[in-house]
């Protein structure tokens, strides 16, 4: 298996510029996160997909940033325009989610992007 | 009151030696605890999961419980230098959070260093 995969793994951009962050989950998984780590915050969620369908997007920081999820097997988080605090490492993670309380429902995370914003 | 808490460190612990790390959590509807390990610049990974009162063991990794006082916490026997990484304390989100229910909070993570 190869895991959740995460492109690019690093992206450099300027203030104003767009950028797509693209994750593939694990093969079967039908629920996907994204987060975002710094050192100030820790690891948020930003958004949270089930069964492509987004149910939680509380997490998303404003309207600069959007998610989709056009099917199972990919997924892109949009920042545009881009800003430098939006620098930070932005985790994709995907689990089976079995609807029952006391399932074991791991998320598995991908290598992370890593994004600076100048 | 954070949702989850734990101390940020470093701990900083002798090889061979136990190393405990504690997490606190305020939502009482939780049900589902996680304990992840992160090397820097990489991903986390999950280590150990727990759902009932008391502990779970796992090789040297030994989690425990106690959701009278909405405690979590890990313990890491015979502490080895490639233990040294940053523990993130995760809490599966209750029912009364409606629509997000399910998903996890994260502690920001206690960095352990474990000295040869």
């Known amino acids: 298996d190869a895991g959740v995969i995460q492109s690019p793994r690093h992206e450099v951009t300027e203030m104003g510029q767009e950028v797509t962050l693209r994750c593939k989950p694990i093969?079967?998984?039908?629920?996907l996160f994204w987060y975002r780590q710094t050192m100030m915050r820790g690891l948020e969620l930003l958004i949270y997909?089930?069964?492509?369908?987004?149910?939680?997007d509380s997490g998303m920081p404003e309207d600069r940033f959007s998610a989709k999820m056009p099917n199972a097997s990919f997924s892109t988080l949009k920042i545009q325009p881009s800003e430098p605090r939006d620098s930070a490492v932005y985790f994709c993670?995907?689990?089976?989610?079995?609807?029952?309380?006391?399932?074991?429902?791991?998320?598995?995370f991908g290598p992370g992007t890593r994004l600076l914003v100048l | 009151q954070k949702e989850v808490e734990q101390n940020s460190g470093p701990l900083s612990v002798p090889e061979g030696a136990i190393a405990s790390l504690n997490c606190t959590y305020s939502?009482?509807?939780?049900?589902?605890f996680f304990w992840y390990r992160q090397y820097s610049g990489k991903s986390p990974e999950l280590i150990m999961s727990?759902?009932?009162?008391g502990d779970k063991e796992d090789g040297r990794f030994t989690a425990q419980l106690n959701k009278a006082s909405q405690y979590v916490s890990l313990l890491i026997r015979d502490s080895q230098p490639s233990d040294s990484a940053t523990y993130l304390c995760?809490?599966?989100?209750?029912?009364?959070?409606?629509?997000?229910?399910?998903?996890?909070?994260f502690g920001k993570g206690t960095k352990l260093s474990v000295k040869p």
């Open positions: 993670a995907s689990s089976f989610n079995g609807l029952t309380l006391t399932s074991q429902e791991t998320q598995y």
């Open positions: 093969s079967g998984h039908n629920s």
């Open positions: 997909f089930n069964n492509n369908v987004p149910i939680d």
């Open positions: 939502d009482r509807g939780s049900q589902s």
């Open positions: 727990i759902y009932s009162n």
């Open positions: 995760a809490v599966k989100k209750g029912m009364n959070y409606g629509g997000s229910q399910g998903n996890l909070i």
